[in-house]
């Protein structure tokens, strides 16, 4: 899957990975209502035109609700397994969003799926887990689209099969996790294989993305197709950077097959949307959305405009 159409079981696998490294230490934190935060290394402060924009009753509590399902490395993380501190790209970007807007993101943890049936039930106001925007879930809730995530290949460090587009695993052994959206995408390019006259690519299912890495690492595949996310964590971390390298390809830079991920918002409260897309506007345009992915290896899923329900299908 893309993103999180269901949850993948990689999640709790990769979450083992440096989660400490990347924690909300050294000045980053909760904003409060009407102070500043540091995210990503980038002082975000309160703007009052984007505060105004918040429906009052958000204004009063002073506060955002937010659900999010927890472990979904690189988006959403523990600091520490056994702890309640959160990480991730998800968290980091709700607390530049309330510093923006001079509220408090306030995350807390829930099964993702239940988060939609919670927001419609008005127990959270909205909800940041990696969610894919589709137009069933448009139905229920909307969405400010902040990243544009598919599949993605990872490759051993320094790319020793020269690998750069999804046409260079034709005729070669790939890893993959079995029952995994990215398998069916190996499935299909098959055919575009055989007829560049390169050979059927030779798919390796593994139980778990950790052991198609194992397998990566002992060179028994040339590369490893799971979502782009995953895998430029993994390439950031692992090993300290040095186990892994991300395959970028100019031509999905997204990653293959990419949907859009958004932050569920309340039918109820199209005030908070509209809030909350201007001020994902304001964090690309001055590039602090860009240093905030880059933390987590994942540049590469900028969007360029905060969308609504941009979702076509």
């Known amino acids: 899957m893309n993103a999180r159409i269901a949850r993948p079981a990689a999640a709790a696998a990769a979450a083992a990975i440096m989660l400490a490294s990347l924690s909300a230490c050294g000045g980053d934190g909760p904003a409060a209502p009407s ?30 609700r937010v659900a999010t399902d927890v472990p979904y490395p690189p988006f959403e993380m523990f600091v520490k397994e056994g702890e309640s501190t959160l990480t991730g790209l998800d968290y980091d970007l709700g607390q530049a969003l309330g510093a923006k807007l001079g509220v408090t993101f306030a995350f807390t943890p829930q099964k993702f799926d239940g988060i939609v049936p919670a927001i419609q039930a008005g127990k959270f106001d909205a909800a940041m887990s990696a969610i894919t925007d589709n137009k069933e879930r448009q139905k229920v809730v909307d969405f400010v689209d902040y990243s544009q995530s598919g599949s993605g290949v990872l490759v051993g460090d320094g790319n020793p099969g020269r690998i750069t587009t999804l046409d260079d695993l034709c005729g070669k052994k790939v890893a993959v996790q079995a029952a995994t959206h990215q398998l069916d995408l190996l499935k299909s390019h098959q055919d575009a294989c055989g007829k560049a006259g390169r050979g059927k690519i030779d798919i390796q299912t593994f139980p778990k993305d950790s052991d198609a890495q194992l397998a990566l690492r002992s060179g028994k595949v040339v590369a490893q197709v799971l979502t782009k996310p995953a895998a430029g964590w993994v390439a950031k971390t692992a090993d300290a950077g040095k186990a892994f390298d991300l395959v970028e390809d100019p031509a999905a830079s997204g990653g293959y097959d990419a949907t859009p991920n958004g932050i569920a918002i309340s039918k109820q409260q199209p005030e908070l949307t509209d809030a909350i897309q201007k001020a994902l506007q304001a964090l690309i345009d001055d590039g602090t959305l ?10 590469s899923i900028l969007v360029k405009e905060a969308t609504k329900n941009a979702s076509v299908d």
């Open 35 to 64: 102070g500043k935060v540091t995210v990503a290394g980038v002082v975000i402060k309160k703007e009052q035109a984007l505060h105004d924009l918040l429906p009052e009753k958000i204004k009063e509590a002073g506060e955002v």
């Open 290 to 299: 860009l240093r905030i992915y880059n933390k987590y290896g994942v540049g």
